[in-house]
């Protein structure tokens, strides 16, 4: 399901449209197939691919999935010594997400 529709959406050069056409899907689900997508996002975090972490990092703020905090502090462990250019960026990007999700405590 999300690499065929990311793949679909960037044939099309619609990036963004990819995202949003991810977060429909998750809305669809029943609580057992988040559990188990959660579980894929979770590990998605620990892919060298930064577009798959990109995606996996939309749907985890937007759902605010806080099952992910161990992989997401592993993740921000990991970018602070990386020395690729994104790095910082992406690092910055977990960081925010950590905040929230650690202050929020739920998920939607």
């Known amino acids: 399901m999300w690499r065929d529709t990311v793949r679909r959406f960037t044939d099309a050069r619609d990036a963004q449209g990819a995202i949003l056409e991810l977060f429909r ?8 197939e988040r559990r188990e ?4 996002l979770a590990e998605s975090l620990g ?3 930064e577009d798959v972490r990109f995606d996996a990092l939309a749907l985890i703020d937007e759902y605010r999935i806080a ?10 462990s990991r970018l602070l010594t990386e020395t690729r250019p ?22 939607k």
């Open 25 to 32: 899907q998750y809305e669809r689900l029943s609580p057992a």
């Open 37 to 40: 997508i959660d579980s894929l």
């Open 47 to 49: 892919s060298s691919d």
């Open 67 to 76: 099952s992910t905090l161990p992989q997401l502090q592993s993740l921000a």
């Open 86 to 107: 994104g790095a910082p960026f992406e690092l910055a990007k977990v960081q925010r997400l950590l905040d929230r999700l650690n202050s929020s405590g739920e998920q």
